[in-house]
């Protein structure tokens, strides 16, 4: 899913790495924490990139969800779901190219998503 120019003084189009970038640059600014972006494209037709980052707090990570929907709206790219608010231990904002998880640092070493979508190979003896 990448972002449409539309009328004049819109902004133009954004590709999905453009749009892991900025929503990198988002998290960065927000001060999260442990920041990592996955190119999904070979694992998965869900979705291009997984984007993780770790909030040190509930309301902290609410506060990393809403400024990435806001600022990627700006730019043309509307969230089409965000799921795990109000708890806000894991929250995860579906931008179709892009998919954004923010958990807190317990959940995100339980489930080391990471890990998941790195697949490697078994070695073969």
């Known amino acids: 899913m990448t972002a449409q120019a539309g009328k004049k003084g819109q902004p133009a189009a954004l590709d999905e790495g453009r ?11 927000g001060k999260a924490e442990s920041i990592r972006c996955i190119d ?18 509930r309301i902290h990570t609410k506060a990393l969800a809403d400024a990435i929907v806001e600022k990627m709206k700006e730019q043309g790219v509307a969230a089409s779901g965000i ?29 080391n998503l990471e890990e ?10």
């Open 40 to 57: 999904v494209r070979q694992l998965t037709s869900i979705t291009d990139y997984m984007v993780m980052a770790t909030g040190n707090s």
């Open 83 to 111: 799921e795990g608010l109000p708890a806000a231990e894991w929250v995860l904002v579906d931008l179709g190219s892009v998919v954004v998880h923010i958990m807190l640092a317990q959940v995100r070493a339980l489930y």
């Open 116 to 125: 998941l979508w790195n697949l490697q190979p078994a070695n073969e003896e």
């Open 19 to 29: 749009i892991a970038r900025l929503v990198e640059s988002i998290l960065e600014d």
